[in-house]
């Protein structure tokens, strides 16, 4: 018997253009909003944050972004990147399915984050930027734009959510050994930050705050940009490598998947894999189900609002419509820290309103469970983001068991968790738990969320 | 300007033999001496450790030996391994040299040790052993059994050195995570493990010791066998697949290595890089210089006596001939642990007793400086062991720089530092200092050295 079916492309077959799905869709995106005005907001209006070249990516509705060669040769460290086939997984679950996974994890952050650090830190290089900060949750986006921003000799300043950063000290010495420079927050290096800290000294801190903070000390200087890992309609667009290496991939296996799995926490990697299949369907193809996984504790598809709001808690950013849990909504801490996020991002979200994907939440435990599941099967050991996306695939072929259905599944192992072993620590000894969050909190959030006026 | 190159092979390229150096010897290795008798021993005097198949490669001079299929499966979920050209290295250093590295830390252990775990779990699971004991070190090791023990259905237990098993508790998470048991050694376990305790409760262990506490077990047991990561016969030849790669992807890139690098604890990555570039050698081709790389603080093979020596603390492994720091030797509890062994794999030993190897030795701090440089310029983070293998290329690198010479330098980056960012954390925090060893202790080491009869 066959354990190990890898798809490797050949250097020419990676992908020249990113895909940008909203040259397909059906509807076009809502308009973003101005922070202080609630009106439609204009490239300018982005300046101060973000290069001209990432902002006309965010506002493009060309299908086919050219890649730059300077960031296709650093994409060649990693990638393209493996798909594989998941025998011992089949088997182990007695599935008449085929199980295909794609590898993010072979990048030298471990994820596939660098897939879009890399264009914004070429991007923002060669308009001149000097200095680039940021928010991590776990660590892999702080991680992979130390990386990135290493290469194209950018300093770089990370602001990492306190619990993360607490729990996930190896997390900061990568980054400092790429020579960035981190940040717990809240912290006292911002005006918000310290606001934040007033009001509650032990504030475990979440995304929402650390965008605060970095998009604070971004306007205040020229040389200084903001780099997102993740929501904005760019950073989406960066990750559709994923899923454009892997369309290659499954017609090397003679195959074509009947349900595209993705877990989802701002939306980036769910994007990368999902979006390319979904332009083929828009476009005529066969459309398969894509199915974004959440994590129960920060359920924003499954029990957030389609409602515009802040990308950020201090309501510095633009207003996006999108599934939120109310700005204002401090997720528990959990160890998936890249899925703790209050909003999707707007595409995602856009799509779910068209019917064009489906949303599904699962626990902590019971993700940890199909990891473990995973490593012993696959011998890979999937970091706790990706967990998630390994139990919507291991659902899914559970069904096609009790159906008697030969369908092929497809989903993106988006990282390894060999920073994330405390983790894992904790599961084996029984104490990790099912961290939930308050109703009462999300109630008051999602009451709180922005009245905009009709459009 | 091209920042990255890579040499990546196909599938069908992937080697089918392991090369197997003793076919080459100009002189054949000393004999292998009986702990109780000190007579040579046979094939039989292994079986209670080692299935045949295993012990026969041992003594084998044939000179390719075949990779079983089933074995050549597994592979496939990470090899071929790429290499690549260092171009941003060279030019941070202003060398004229060209620097190639290959790169095992894409194995799902994040190291070269896979390699040899995979084959000896198949050959056990074929001979009907049901449960693999072993040492580990740092735990890469036995994070690699843990994982390719698990794929064959055989339980693993693995004593792992203490002064790591507190360092580095995420190991442990792995290992467990692929269903081994782990137990930091000296362990209440094993009647020798009790012996070290009650001399000195708060012993650090050492990898000798770890091994004698495995060997304890699997010889009480039929069904229970002895692994080992490093410094065996047929340990070293199954790395060589690093180096068979290695060769074709030279030839990819139209050359041929000057030098070549690899760090040495036990021996079996640097074996795998040279061996097959020294067979070439020794069969009439170009001969490199090859260049063993071993931290300052436990210097068997620049400070070490070349003498029959026990493999382990307790002496109940046999004898062989080798570069030795006394089996009473307990090296500092550096971060490179798994370069923490008194004594050097006889092959590695026997060829530099040839001439055909040199060695250099070189402190922990400056290792950690390489590697900060390294991970900067090539954007990936190598495990500690590693960064004495790029501090060594780097070495030559300024070498060339000075002689005005543009020498091919080739080394082995054997594992990256994922699970290694808290020595790391030291580093920048400038608490890790240069561990050196008691030189008393090493005298007393060294004149302990078991008295073996003349051949």
Chains 1, 2 share one sequence.
């Not at 076009?28 to 209006?45: E, F, K, S």
């Not at 005529?284 to 609002?305: D, F, H, N, Q, Y």
């Not at 899914?396 to 030969?406: N, S, V, Y």
Request: glycine share 10%.
């Amino acid at each position: 018997m066959t354990a190990v079916t890898k798809y490797l492309l050949e250097e020419s077959q990676m992908p020249r253009s990113w895909y940008n799905i909203q040259a397909d869709l059906p509807k076009a995106l809502p308009p973003v909003l101005h922070p202080g005005t609630l009106q439609p907001i204009g490239p300018a209006d982005l300046a101060p944050l973000f290069p001209m070249e990432l902002i006309l990516q965010e506002v493009s509705t060309e299908r086919e972004i050219e890649i730059p060669e300077p960031v296709r040769d650093i994409y060649r460290l990693w990638r393209p990147a493996p798909l594989y086939r998941a025998h011992r997984l089949e088997k182990a679950l007695g599935t008449p399915a085929k199980i295909f996974y794609k590898y993010e994890g072979v990048s030298p952050a471990g994820s596939h984050k660098p897939n879009t650090a890399v264009p914004q830190a070429f991007y923002n290089a060669v308009a001149g930027t000097k200095r680039l900060t940021t928010e991590t949750g776990a660590g892999q986006w702080g991680t992979s734009l130390a990386f990135a921003g290493n290469l194209f000799g950018l300093e770089v300043l990370v602001f990492q959510v306190r619990v993360s950063f607490d729990q996930k000290p190896y997390r900061r010495a990568v980054m400092e050994t790429y020579g960035a420079r981190c940040l717990p927050s809240p912290s006292t290096e911002t005006v918000y930050g310290r606001a934040v800290l007033e009001a509650r000294p032990d504030h475990p801190g979440s995304l929402g705050i650390a965008i605060s903070e970095a998009v604070e000390l971004a306007a205040q200087r020229d040389d200084t940009k903001y780099a997102l890992g993740s929501v904005l309609n760019h950073v989406l667009m960066h990750q559709t490598i994923i899923g454009l290496e892997s369309i290659q991939q499954m017609e090397m296996a003679d195959t074509y998947p009947d349900v595209v799995v993705g877990c989802t926490g701002g939306g980036s990697n769910f994007a990368g894999i999902a979006f390319p299949f979904i332009g083929q369907g828009l476009r005529g193809g066969k459309m398969p189900r894509i199915v974004a996984v959440e994590p129960a504790a920060c359920p924003s598809l499954t029990r957030g609002k389609y409602a515009y709001d802040f990308g950020d808690t201090g309501h510095m950013t633009p207003l996006t419509k999108m599934h939120t849990l109310g700005s204002s909504f401090t997720p528990p801490g959990f160890h998936a820290g890249g899925l703790r996020y209050h909003g999707m991002a707007p595409l995602v979200s856009h799509l779910k309103e068209l019917d064009l994907i489906e949303a599904v939440a699962y626990t902590q435990v019971e993700c940890f469970a199909a990891g473990v599941l995973f490593a012993r099967t696959e011998g890979i050991v999937p970091a706790p983001e990706a967990n998630h996306a390994v139990k919507g695939a291991i659902e899914e072929a559970l069904r096609c068991k009790r159906e008697g259905r030969a369908e092929t599944i497809l989903f993106n192992l988006c990282g390894h968790g060999h920073f994330d072993m405390t983790a894992y620590q904790k599961y084996f000894a029984g104490e990790l738990t099912d961290e939930t969050y308050d109703e009462q909190e999300l109630a008051m959030a999602l009451a709180g969320l922005p009245s905009v006026p009709a459009a």
